[in-house]
């Protein structure tokens, strides 16, 4: 993954999403989704105080707070990271990677039952798969700058602690 200057990783969605081309459409969907999801867990831990491994295992992974998508995007709204509408297309493409991931069938855009589902009956991007890689893209640039700040953050915050255990 590359980097900008700050140390911050760079969201290439339009690369991915050209990489993504031999993908079925729900592993587009996943894949996508699951970028989002990362994008948010790096806002998150570039704005909290450094902490051990075990301690971020505890609040990301396994049972923790902040193992959802759900979760981290709430928490991502409630310490104003992420803009109303922001959540609101994150909660979408949520949506639609729940439909995609827990279908009894292989589905797609135009697949009757994700058409149909009332579930997703007033989510936008339902549309086709040219609309929810359209939103993708423009949200994970938007998250960028989000993302650049938790790392700068992080950044300043490591060399204040790498200074004070210095004296």
């Not at 590359?2 to 990489?19: Q, R, T, V, Y």
């Not at 790096?42 to 075990?54: A, R």
């Not at 295992?57 to 049972?63: N, P, R, T």
């Amino acid at each position: 993954m590359s980097k900008d200057e700050s140390g911050a990783p760079l969201i290439s969605m339009g690369k991915l999403i050209k990489d993504l081309e031999q993908m079925s459409q729900a592993g587009i969907v996943m894949v996508l989704a699951a970028r989002l999801e990362q994008s948010l867990e790096w806002i998150l831990e570039g704005n909290m105080v450094p902490m051990p491994k075990e301690v971020r295992g505890k609040l990301f992974e396994g049972y923790g707070p902040l193992h959802s998508f759900s979760a981290k995007i709430d928490l991502c709204f409630a310490f104003g990271h992420i803009t109303k509408d922001q959540r609101k297309t994150l909660l979408y493409i949520k949506a639609i990677r729940n439909f995609f991931a827990h279908s009894d069938d292989i589905v797609h855009f135009e697949h009757e039952d994700f058409q149909s589902s009332t579930k997703l009956k007033a989510n936008p991007l339902k549309v086709n798969e040219q609309t929810y890689r359209a939103s993708v893209k423009a949200l994970a640039g938007e998250l960028q700058q989000e993302i650049n700040k938790a790392f700068l953050i992080k950044a300043v915050r490591y060399h204040k602690t790498k200074e004070a255990n210095a004296r």
